[in-house]
């Protein structure tokens, strides 16, 4: 079983960057994604960011287009969301989660659906003061 682990989270100034960690377990080879949600007090869980191996592609949410970076460390079993210039509207629980089963990322944008994730972390808290 894929287990998840999310770190990095707290309280920081808008202006001032994270690095999230989301370690992960279980997996029985290298094709998996690891994606990046988030969800803000009354508002819907929305996508972040995703990595998928083993191509190594990433993609980005418009909203944190050009201001985050996801990687993954050498061992393959952390993957890293780095934030830099964090907003209030930043505010969120972040989840990282695993997506084992690839059948159907052939739909369009299929890494911005939660629905594609199979695992969970979690959930690590950030709070951005303005």
């Known amino acids: 079983e894929v287990r998840l682990e999310e770190s990095g989270g707290g309280e920081v100034q808008a202006g001032e960057s994270l690095r999230l960690s989301c370690t992960a377990s279980?997996?029985?080879?290298?094709?998996?994604?690891i994606g990046w949600f988030r969800q803000a007090p009354g508002k819907e869980r929305e996508e972040v960011s995703c990595?998928?191996?083993?191509?190594?592609?990433?993609f980005y949410a418009d909203s944190v287009y050009g201001r985050s970076t996801i990687s993954i460390d050498n061992t393959k079993t952390t993957v890293y969301l780095q934030l830099n210039s964090l907003k209030p509207e930043d505010t969120a629980v972040y989840y990282c989660?695993?997506?084992?089963?690839?059948?159907?990322?052939?739909?369009?944008?299929?890494?911005?659906?939660?629905?594609?994730?199979?695992?969970w972390g979690q959930g690590t808290q950030v709070t951005v003061s303005s």
């Open positions: 990595y998928s191996s083993p191509d190594g592609s990433t």
């Open positions: 279980g997996f029985t080879d290298n094709n998996y994604a």
């Open positions: 989660a695993a997506n084992v089963d690839r059948s159907s990322n052939y739909r369009r944008s299929w890494w911005r659906r939660a629905d594609e994730y199979d695992y």
